[in-house]
């Protein structure tokens, strides 16, 4: 299945809307506690993505799958009342979500070039790999082009990025997780 990179749609929204302003809003002082519940249920969600991509059989179709269904609920946000709000508050949690399972699998020390040799075996598209190689960078692998930030991934990917992330956690999740996607969980983000 071949890596198709769409960037028309999403690119500067995507980065309009950072963790930043997703702590900003959930730190108001309203008194309400609307990001835990949030980020749960996407972390609910994209655990249960990570760990079909993780069982295969074919890892590269499922992650392009979950990619493209990711987008397209966000970009399904937009008929919401909220609109572009709505939208940018699914970016940013799938986003938090995802690379703060990256992030806290590197400081626990996991093995970067496990997780993309897992990547390689399970993906044939030489744009996939370099595309999740870049995003690698989120794991400490030395053979990605250093730490880019999301703008700097989105900006070279495109969406994408989304199917990178996926394809990258489930590579650590396969490795360093024995395969169970739930041990990604312990690295979830907190308000």
Known sequence: MAFVS???S????CMSVGSSSIGDMAN???????LTPLLTEAADGLEAIVAK????????????Q?????????EATNDLDDGDDAAGIAVATAHMTLIGWLVGARDDGIDPI????????????????????DTAGLIGHPSSDG???????FDRWGPVTYTSLILLAAGVAATAG??????LRQFDPEK
């Open 28 to 34: 108001a002082d309203d008194g309400s506690d609307w």
């Open 6 to 8: 769409d960037r028309a």
């Open 178 to 183: 024995a395969g169970d996607a739930h041990w």
């Open 147 to 153: 730490d880019l930030t999301i703008s700097e991934l």
């Open 114 to 133: 496990q997780a993309m040799t897992w990547v390689r075996g399970a993906v044939d598209d030489k744009i996939a790999r370099k595309a999740v190689l």
């Open 53 to 64: 991509v993780v069982v295969g059989p074919d890892h590269e179709a499922a992650a392009v």
């Open 66 to 74: 979950a990619g493209q269904a990711l987008l397209k609920a966000i």
């Open 10 to 13: 999403l690119g500067s929204r």
